[in-house]
């Protein structure tokens, strides 16, 4: 321990970058002291769902939180419990997003209806609330979104949200498209990330 705490924060930074791989070392990390805590945390969040968690959903409310008074508008009717009166969060779990799966996140609001005991026949619509009241966070939080998954048509969310992450789209390397039956949605977010999206260097079209 002595020799660690002795080396740079740049030589930390990039050990800690080696155990992306191991999240159980990672997780037990987080604990060591704060300094640790703040390195590691943007590692497990710019891509949260690469890790098999039991829990998954918990990912969703820790994002819900995140929420500002406007974005909660849209979900409470769904009476979906957030537990919004909970202390601020820690961190800006948002700004750390990397890699943004929508099936992932769509996935995984489900699995926090189950957790609070809605009905099946709620499930579709009410993820696309979900997802669409999360992506609207993340677009106005995220500084470095490097790759977009939108491969299915199901949980593409409209394009106008992502009109407020001018900055943090323009890191974007990687898109991934479903254009089933030219979906308008699809077509209306190829055209809008094309204007700013230079860095944009691979994009996939998903068959339907």
Request: glycine residues 2%; proline residues 4%; hydrophobic residues 40%.
């Given at each position: 321990?002595?020799?660690f705490?002795?080396?740079?924060?740049?030589?930390?930074?990039?050990?800690?970058e080696?155990?992306?791989?191991?999240?159980?070392?990672?997780?037990?990390?987080?604990l060591?002291?704060?300094f640790?805590c703040k390195?590691?945390?943007?590692?497990l969040?710019?891509?949260?769902?690469?890790?098999?968690?039991?829990?998954?959903?918990?990912?969703?409310?820790?994002?819900?939180?995140?929420l500002?008074?406007?974005?909660?508008?849209?979900?409470?009717?769904?009476?979906i419990?957030?537990?919004?009166?909970?202390?601020?969060?820690l961190?800006?779990?948002?700004s750390?997003?990397?890699?943004f799966?929508?099936?992932?996140?769509f996935?995984?609001?489900?699995?926090?209806?189950?957790?609070?005991?809605?009905k099946?026949t709620?499930?579709?619509?009410?993820?696309?609330?979900?997802?669409?009241?999360i992506?609207?966070?993340?677009?106005?939080?995220?500084?470095?979104?490097k790759?977009?998954?939108?491969?299915?048509?199901?949980?593409?969310?409209?394009?106008?949200?992502?009109?407020?992450?001018?900055?943090?789209?323009?890191?974007?390397v990687?898109?991934?498209?479903?254009?089933?039956?030219?979906?308008?949605k699809?077509l209306?977010i190829?055209?809008?990330l094309?204007?700013?999206?230079?860095?944009?260097?691979?994009?996939?079209?998903?068959?339907?």
């Amino acid at each position: 321990m002595l020799i660690f705490t002795s080396l740079p924060n740049e030589c930390k930074t990039e050990i800690f970058e080696h155990l992306l791989t191991d999240r159980q070392t990672l997780y037990r990390c987080l604990l060591v002291n704060r300094f640790w805590c703040k390195n590691i945390i943007p590692s497990l969040w710019r891509e949260p769902f690469r890790y098999k968690i039991h829990k998954v959903y918990l990912i969703i409310r820790t994002y819900l939180l995140a929420l500002t008074a406007d974005e909660q508008s849209t979900i409470i009717p769904f009476n979906i419990n957030f537990e919004h009166n909970q202390q601020p969060l820690l961190f800006e779990y948002g700004s750390y997003l990397e890699i943004f799966n929508c099936a992932s996140f769509f996935d995984a609001a489900s699995k926090l209806l189950i957790n609070q005991g809605h009905k099946d026949t709620e499930f579709s619509y009410s993820c696309q609330v979900i997802v669409g009241a999360i992506t609207k966070m993340l677009m106005r939080t995220c500084r470095n979104l490097k790759s977009i998954n939108l491969s299915s048509v199901i949980v593409v969310p409209d394009s106008r949200i992502f009109e407020s992450s001018k900055y943090g789209l323009s890191q974007l390397v990687e898109l991934c498209l479903c254009l089933e039956n030219n979906s308008p949605k699809s077509l209306e977010i190829l055209n809008y990330l094309s204007t700013i999206c230079h860095n944009l260097s691979k994009t996939f079209f998903i068959p339907p």
